[in-house]
């Protein structure tokens, strides 16, 4: 497992769903701005979001340390019929996809679990300029029409 420690006592700002991709928008403290970026996004689960957000942990969990529980709570509640069974196919599919579970839990405000192929860590004015910067062949708006 990985911690971000420097966002201990951050905040979750937001969240963008696109596709098979999201983007997760975290600050430090000191009110340092970053992007979480993930691609090849198989299940999210987001929600009491709050003014303020105040992150107490940022976790990411390899595929070989993914567990029952954190596949239901990424996927979502369902009744308890074949709970454990459906579980576990996730579970199992997750694994051999060697996807990685994003964590962030709150001491205040919202809960973000994202389960994907990868994650990035990025300067959010990096994001920005990746997003705006022109194509050869693009829009203008750093994608394709």
């Known amino acids: 497992m990985k911690k971000y420690v420097e966002f201990h006592d951050g905040f979750l700002d937001g969240l963008l769903l696109e596709e098979a991709a999201a983007h997760v928008f975290v600050s430090t403290a000191e009110k340092e701005h970053f992007v979480l970026e993930l691609s090849g996004v198989a299940a999210v689960d987001a929600g009491t979001f709050k003014e303020g957000n105040i992150i107490f942990d940022v976790l990411i969990y390899s595929c070989d340390e993914l567990t029952l529980e954190q596949m239901i709570a990424v996927h979502g509640p369902m009744s308890e019929y074949g709970l454990p069974d459906q579980a576990?196919?996730?579970?199992?599919?997750?694994?051999?996809?060697?996807?990685?579970?994003?964590?962030?839990n709150p001491s205040y405000g919202?809960?973000?679990?994202?389960?994907?192929?990868?994650?990035?860590?990025?300067?959010?004015?990096?994001?920005?300029?990746?997003?705006?910067?022109?194509?050869?062949?693009?829009?203008?708006?750093?994608?394709?029409?």
Not at 89 to 100: I, S
Not at 129 to 144: K, L, Y
């Open 88 to 104: 576990q196919r996730w579970l199992t599919k997750a694994q051999q996809g060697e996807l990685v579970l994003l964590e962030i």
């Open 110 to 145: 919202a809960t973000c679990r994202v389960l994907a192929r990868t994650i990035n860590l990025l300067d959010r004015g990096e994001w920005i300029r990746r997003r705006t910067r022109p194509t050869a062949q693009g829009n203008g708006h750093g994608t394709e029409e």
